[in-house]
């Protein structure tokens, strides 16, 4: 036989056999949790029209693989056990996945402060010490992008240990933690999460072109793709490096003139090279693509989502592209699971604290724009921590409030703890009595009261000129009324309203903090703004 043709045969052959093999994607591997009460999917590949038999729990399914060599069956819904056992899957070769667990699974998905993890949060040696949680099982999906939809990620499912916790999640793990220790059954984590990513990112190109509101955004970045030459961007980032050098060290020796005392410039934030549109984390639907995809439709009971800051300038466009993505990732679950975000944490942004009313802040309106989903999306809720940020660092350490909050909504929402208060208060409606404005809450829990003992602070109160003063505040029973010498007509108030609201100090007796909030309609400063890259162009109005 000929040498080449013989080759070429034996290549065929060893693909063939490859082909042919039973996979499963790496979501099922050792260690792993699946989810209880609930029909549980098992996919994979194997031969076209390979025989396909998985056993798990006492319970044997059977099916066939496809013509396109897929296969796909589900296990009856089963209770929770935190007895190991083994689920084997048969075709022609056999894998055996050890160490299966049953109970609840979330995912935990986001920016930089979902990825943040345990060592890197508050008081890591003992939090990792005491990390000796068997029955928590975590998965950490490998940071990946993709323009179009994979069928299989890089990760591995670890108990919760000292080996292994301080690189998961913090948030995460607090969350799971919390989960395990009241209802004493298996969890499992997936952590699916890219700091500095945007929304647009982690939701499919279908859902996106389906809303008027991503279509600039869509077409920037197309364009932005075609356009784009390696070279080019390299030779004007070095230009706009040499430029901003200049302005540093010319900053610097006008500052060391300076007499003791006086106020120095400010020095200007280095440049950034331009994303390659072929390989950033910002393109729309990538992370989608590489880090949802592949795990749907694996059974979870629900998500947690801690993302928003790299949206913020385009807050408004977020009241519409976040549930959007929530609804996207539940229609492709086949499943309205139950979605809780992270509102975000108080945070300097840059600026130091308002000292005049009526400032526009994106922050607080990407906090609003959080809100308005958890309101007006089913089986959804809000995390409120706008009391545990830090000034100067966007990524605050205390990650354990944030997990335990986040629990608290869980627990009282699927898992039917009626005693637990998992909100703070919420402002339900306003009414204008003469010259103050009373303002009533739901998720009062035992009443109003604040954190420091005095009056309600960081109230803003407007009239009709939408020139915004601050306000004086008291609580009668589960309401606040505000009002402010300077407005005798008062139309809105604000509470909260900045990314760094010194003085706001709302809370309910449970000490869970009052969520920022508006009773105005005024036309906010994001509005219009609805593509990244025009993000630091004035709106059009």
Known sequence: MNRHVFVSLSLFSIASATH???????????????????PVPVWGTAANGEEVKVTFAGQTKETKAGGDGKWKVSLDAMK????????????KNTVTIKDVLVGEVWVCSGQSNMEWTVLKAGNPEQEIAAAKYPAIRMFNLERETSMSPKDDCKGAWLEANPQSAGKFSAVGYYFGRQLHQVLNIPIGLINTSW????????TSSEALAERPCAREL??????????????TASKEFEQRKTAWQAQVKAIQERNAKLKPGDAKENLPPAPRPVDNPNATPHYPAVLFNAMIAPIIPYG???????????????????QELLPTMINDWRKRWNDEFS??????ANFGNGHPPAKDAGVADTWAELQEAQLLTAQTLPKCGVAVINDIGEEKDIHPKNKQDVGRRLASLALAKDYGKKDIVFSGPVMKSSRITKDKVRVRFDHVGG???TRDGKAPGHFQ????????????????????????????????????WASWPEGANLINKEGLPASCFRTDDFILSTLGIISPFAENVPAKR
């Not at 700091?195 to 982690?202: D, F, L, P, Q």
């Not at 979870?300 to 977020?318: D, P």
């Open 300 to 318: 979870i009971k629900g998500a947690i989502w801690y993302q928003g800051e790299s949206n913020q300038k385009r807050a408004i466009q977020y």
């Open 195 to 202: 700091g500095g990513t945007r929304v647009e990112a982690w």
């Open 461 to 496: 109160i407007s009239g009709a000129d939408q020139v915004w003063h601050w306000a004086k505040a008291s609580i009668e029973g589960n309401e606040v009324v505000v009002w402010s010498d300077a407005v005798k007509k008062p139309v809105g108030v604000r509470y909260a």
């Open 218 to 231: 869509l077409q920037d970045w197309t364009a932005a793709k075609t356009k784009y030459d390696a070279a």
């Open 339 to 344: 979605f809780y975000i992270v509102q975000l």
């Open 447 to 449: 009443g109003l009261k």
């Open 20 to 38: 042919a093999e039973v996979k499963l994607p790496v979501i099922f591997s050792d260690h792993m949790v699946l989810q209880r009460g609930e």
């Open 80 to 91: 929770e056990e935190a007895k190991p056992a083994d689920l084997v899957v048969a075709g």
